[in-house]
C-alpha cells in the first residue's frame, strides 16, 4: 500500500508505505488493521504542522517592545545636557593614567578567567563546524581482512576473505529541522561572542576599580602616617610642657593614647594595602607577590559623562545582547524540538569488493553496490517527544521573562548611578569645605592650647574632626572614581576608542610582519 501526498514545504512530493503492526501484549499477539484513510489524515497532517515552527515568545520581537516602551531621556535634573549626545567609548583615557593603562594591556592576555572565556568561545565555534558539517554527507571507508582454518576428518583447509567498503550517508533535510540546529548553533557562537566582549569589559571594570581602591588605601596609609608623626611631636611638646609644669599629666596620658591609636592604625592600614595589592594582582593574573604600588594621588574627574538615551542600551550592553542571542537560540531549540516528531529521510549508498587477498580489491571483477533510502517516523512514544517539546517551549518563555528582567534591571542600575553621582558630587564638596575649616581650626587649637586659652579636651575634638574631613575627602574622590566607572560599565561604554581598537589591531599586525620578515 502506497499513499502520495503532493503538498508544497520544503520537499514536494512524500511517499509512505505503511504495513501490518504486531503488538505484543501480555504474551498474547494481536492484529491490527490500519485504516488507510486515517494514515493519510496524519501523515498529512504532520506535513502541515512542520511547515510552521511554533516560537515560544509572547511576541515577535521583545526588543522592539522595550525601546518602544523605554524613557526617552534619564531620570535626572543634572544631566539633561549631556543626555542627547551618544556614549563616549575610549572612557579609560578619562583616567589619564599611563601605568593603569598597561596593567589592563597586560591582564587582557593573562588572566586566567578570561582565558578560560576564550576557550569557551572556541567550543561555541566547534559546536557550530559540527553543526553546519549536516549539509554534508558522512564518507565512510572500512577494510577487512580475515584467515579462517577448517578441520575435517581427513583435510584441513585454510580461507582467506579481504573486503573493502567505501560507505554514504545522508539525512535529508525534509522539514527544516538540520536547518534550525544550525541557527540554533549560530545564535549560541554568537551569544559566546557577546560574553566574552562583556567578561573584557568587566575585567578592565574590576582592574580599574582595583588600582583606585589601592590607590585610596595607599593615600589613607600616608594620611595615618602622617597623623601619626604629627602625635608624637606633639607628645614631645607636652611632656616638655609637664616637665616645666605648665601643664598636666593627663595631657601627655591622652597625647601617649592617641599615638599608640595611630600606630595601630598605621598597621591596621598597611594590611589593607597588601590586601588591595594582592588583589589588583590576581586579576592582573600575576603572582599575588602584593608587590603593587601606586605613587600617586586619586585623581578628581569632575566632566561630565555622555549618557544618550535609554533606548542605546539595547545595542550597546553585551551582556544584553548575549541574553537576547540566548532566547533566539532557544526559540530556535523548540522548533527542532517540534520536528523531532516528524518522519526523517535518509539516503545510504555503498561500494564494495571482496576478495581472498588484500591485493586482489579495487581490480574491478566483483564491485557492488547499494543505494537505499528510508524513512524513519515516530509512532508511539507515550508522548515523551511532545513533553520535550512543551519542555522547549517553557523554556523560551521563561528566558524571555529572565531577559525582560536583564533589560530593566540595566535601566535601574543606570539611573542608580546617575543619582548617586548627583549625591557624591554634593557630599564631596560639603566636605571640601569642612576640611579646609577642619584643618584651620585643628592649627589654632593647638597653638591656643600651648599659650594655655584652651583645654587639651579641645584640641582633640579639633584633631578628630580634621581626621575624619581628610579621610572622608579620599574615600568620596575614591567613590566618584568608582561611580564613574559604574556609569560607564552600566552604559556599555567600550573602554577603547575605536581609533584607538583600529590602531591596536595595525600594530599588532606591523610587529607580526616584521617578525616575518627577520
Not at 139 to 153: C, D, E, F, H, T
Not at 164 to 172: A, C, H, N, Q, W
Request: hydrophobic share 35%.
Amino acid at each position: 500500500m502506497s499513499i502520495n501526498l503532493n503538498i508544497r514545504c520544503n520537499k514536494n512530493k512524500r511517499k509512505k508505505q505503511l504495513g501490518k503492526a504486531k503488538l505484543f501484549s501480555q504474551g498474547k499477539i494481536s492484529m491490527l488493521r490500519v485504516n488507510r484513510s486515517a494514515i493519510a489524515m496524519a501523515v498529512l497532517t504532520a506535513v502541515l504542522s512542520a511547515c510552521s515552527a511554533p516560537s515560544g515568545l509572547s511576541s515577535k520581537n521583545p526588543s522592539i517592545n522595550i525601546a518602544q516602551n523605554s524613557p526617552d531621556v534619564w531620570q535626572t535634573e543634572q544631566t539633561k545636557n549631556s543626555q542627547q549626545s551618544a556614549v563616549v567609548d575610549g572612557w579609560l583615557k578619562s583616567f589619564n593614567d599611563p601605568v593603569l593603562e598597561q596593567m589592563i594591556a597586560y591582564a587582557l592576555s593573562h588572566n586566567y578567567q578570561l582565558r578560560a572565556d576564550s576557550i569557551n568561545l572556541e567550543i561555541a565555534k566547534e559546536r557550530l563546524q559540527v553543526s553546519e558539517a549536516t549539509d554534508f554527507p558522512e564518507l565512510s571507508l572500512a577494510i577487512g581482512n580475515s584467515r579462517r582454518k577448517q578441520v575435517s576428518a581427513s583435510t584441513v583447509n585454510y580461507q582467506t576473505d579481504a573486503d573493502i567498503s567505501v560507505d554514504l550517508r545522508y539525512e535529508i533535510d525534509l522539514w527544516g529541522k538540520l536547518s534550525d540546529e544550525q541557527n540554533q548553533s549560530r545564535l549560541n557562537y554568537a551569544a559566546a561572542q557577546a560574553t566574552y566582549q562583556q567578561s573584557t569589559l568587566t575585567l578592565v571594570t574590576n582592574i580599574s576599580k582595583a588600582w583606585f581602591d589601592l590607590t585610596q588605601a595607599q593615600q589613607l596609609l600616608m594620611l595615618y602616617q602622617e597623623r601619626a608623626e604629627n602625635l608624637q611631636r606633639n607628645l614631645a611638646m607636652i611632656q616638655s610642657s609637664y616637665q616645666l609644669g605648665l601643664n598636666d599629666a593627663l595631657d601627655v596620658y591622652l597625647t601617649k593614647n592617641n599615638v599608640n591609636q595611630e600606630l595601630a592604625r598605621v598597621a591596621q592600614q598597611e594590611q589593607t594595602v597588601k590586601l588591595q595589592s594582592r588583589t589588583l594582582e590576581l586579576l592582573l593574573g600575576d603572582y599575588p607577590y602584593a608587590q603593587k604600588t601606586a605613587k600617586q594621588n586619586l585623581p578628581f574627574i569632575d566632566s561630565d559623562i555622555e549618557l544618550g538615551i535609554p533606548a542605546q542600551l539595547l545595542a550597546r550592553r553585551s551582556d544584553i545582547q548575549a541574553s537576547w542571542f540566548e532566547l533566539m537560540a532557544l526559540d530556535a531549540g523548540l522548533a527542532v524540538a517540534h520536528k523531532q516528531r516528524f518522519p526523517s529521510f535518509n539516503l545510504n549508498a555503498s561500494v564494495s569488493d571482496n576478495g581472498t587477498e588484500l591485493s586482489d580489491l579495487l581490480d574491478g571483477g566483483s564491485f557492488a553496490w547499494s543505494l537505499i533510502g528510508n524513512i524513519t517516523t515516530p509512532l508511539f512514544n507515550a508522548g515523551r517527544l511532545e513533553s520535550l517539546e512543551q519542555q522547549a517551549k517553557l523554556t523560551v518563555q521563561q528566558k524571555e521573562q529572565q531577559y525582560l528582567q536583564q533589560v530593566y534591571q540595566a535601566f535601574a542600575d543606570v539611573e542608580n548611578s546617575i543619582s548617586e553621582r548627583e549625591s557624591l558630587t554634593k557630599r564631596y564638596v560639603y566636605y571640601g569645605k569642612a576640611q579646609e575649616n577642619a584643618l584651620a581650626a585643628e592649627k589654632l587649637s593647638f597653638d591656643q592650647y600651648l599659650r594655655g586659652l584652651v583645654t587639651y579636651t579641645t584640641v582633640l575634638e579639633s584633631q578628630r574632626r580634621s581626621f575624619d574631613a581628610q579621610t572622608t575627602v579620599i574615600q568620596l574622590t575614591n567613590q566618584l572614581l568608582q561611580n564613574r566607572i559604574e556609569i560607564y560599565s552600566a552604559l556599555g561604554g567600550d573602554y577603547l576608542s575605536p581609533i584607538s581598537q583600529s590602531e591596536s589591531i595595525a600594530s599588532v599586525s606591523s610587529t607580526n610582519r616584521t617578525s616575518l620578515e627577520k
